[in-house]
């Protein structure tokens, strides 16, 4: 969808309709180890009443938004890629893309009439507060949905006797009671809102605002991870790589390499490499000002450059354009094949 017929359905939205929801997230039961992480987990949709106040507050976060997207003519949606810019541009990321079981969320339980929540301390007790969504009516059979991952620590319920149970520990919560000036005991469960939208719903199809929360909302950046280390893992059974710990090192610590191995899945060198071609990789590593570290005819990984410069070369990084001559880096871009 362009940008301007986006625009023109969330501006249709009021703030007399508006419901919230809660998304918890469960681990299956009988899961296996191995299991695909986009598969590994249930959610569930509560909906919680919400007082007039809270429900222009989120009408009034929303707006704000929608607002800036409209706004700033620098910024267009692009179809979804895995390494593109996570700050200069929004996204927009197909349902049929599969997003494991976060899918059911917006195929199923929103459209039906999800439990409404008594007692979020009872659910919390199993469940993990996962994000909050908030429903726009556009008509009595369409709308359009917004989300938010909450973080852990914007959570607070009481604690109970089972030290295993989720609960606040040792902190304490207060508010400040203007009526009185005194600084009073919190009681209650109380969740945090971010001013912050990370994603819209709307006919299938999901426009991304803030990437890297997006992918933690439905279960990719688990799944990258996944991913990263079964390229990982090829790459350590490989004939032309010796030891391969720094990178697995790397893949615990940075999730820009997760995606960064994930484009070298998609592009498929790895699979092209062998001793012969390891000369043909060393010449180009040197062209490009981007040497590789190769002893007895293993590639070795003995720093963060060597890592670096290996997927860069593998992943196609540096290309020149056909007009100009030019030479530049990026991960992005698609095989284009001829007709």
Same mark, same amino acid.
């Given at each position: 969808m362009d940008k301007s017929l986006l625009i023109d359905v969330i501006s249709r939205a009021n703030v007399e309709n508006l419901k919230m929801y809660f998304v918890t997230r469960?681990?299956?039961?009988?899961i296996r180890a191995n299991s695909r992480v986009l598969e590994k987990f249930d959610f569930k949709v509560y909906q919680i009443e919400i007082t007039n106040e809270v429900r222009q507050y989120l009408y009034d976060l929303s707006l704000? $938004?929608?607002k800036r997207i409209e706004e700033n003519e620098d910024l267009h949606f692009f179809d979804y890629d895995i390494v593109a810019d996570e700050t200069q541009h929004l996204f927009t990321y197909q349902i049929e893309n599969k997003v494991g #079981?976060? #899918?059911?969320v917006v195929y199923n339980q929103l459209n039906g009439s999800p439990q /409404?929540? %008594?007692d979020l301390n009872e659910i919390l007790q199993d469940e993990t507060l996962w994000a909050y969504c908030t429903e726009f009516e556009l008509d009595s059979n369409k709308s359009f949905? %917004?989300?938010? /991952?909450i973080s852990p620590g914007k959570v607070g319920v009481e604690k109970q006797k089972d030290q295993e149970k989720k609960s606040i520990g040792s902190q304490i919560r207060t508010y400040f009671d203007t009526n009185t000036n005194t600084l009073s005991l919190l009681k209650s469960e109380?969740?945090?809102l971010d001013k912050q939208i990370d994603c819209i719903f709307y006919e299938e199809t999901f426009y991304?605002?803030?990437k890297f929360f997006f992918e933690q909302l439905v279960g990719l950046q688990e799944e990258y991870k996944r991913v990263a280390e079964e390229v990982a893992n090829s790459m350590a059974n490989h004939e032309c790589f010796g030891d391969i710990k720094l990178l697995s090192e790397k893949i615990e610590k940075n999730s820009s390499m997760h995606k960064k191995l994930i484009k070298l899945q998609k592009v498929g060198n790895l699979n092209a490499l062998s001793p012969r071609t390891i000369n043909k990789l060393e010449k180009l590593g040197r062209k490009k000002n981007a040497p590789i570290n190769v002893k007895d005819g293993k590639i070795q990984f003995e720093n963060e450059e060597d890592i670096d410069n290996v997927i860069k070369l593998l992943c196609d990084y540096f290309k020149t354009g056909d007009y100009s001559g030019k030479s530049y880096g990026t991960y992005a871009g698609k095989v $284009?094949?001829?007709e």
């Open positions: 469960v681990l299956k039961e009988g704000k $938004q929608f #079981s976060f #899918s059911d /409404k929540i %008594t949905y %917004t989300f938010r /991952k109380t969740v945090y991304v605002l803030k $284009q094949t001829e």
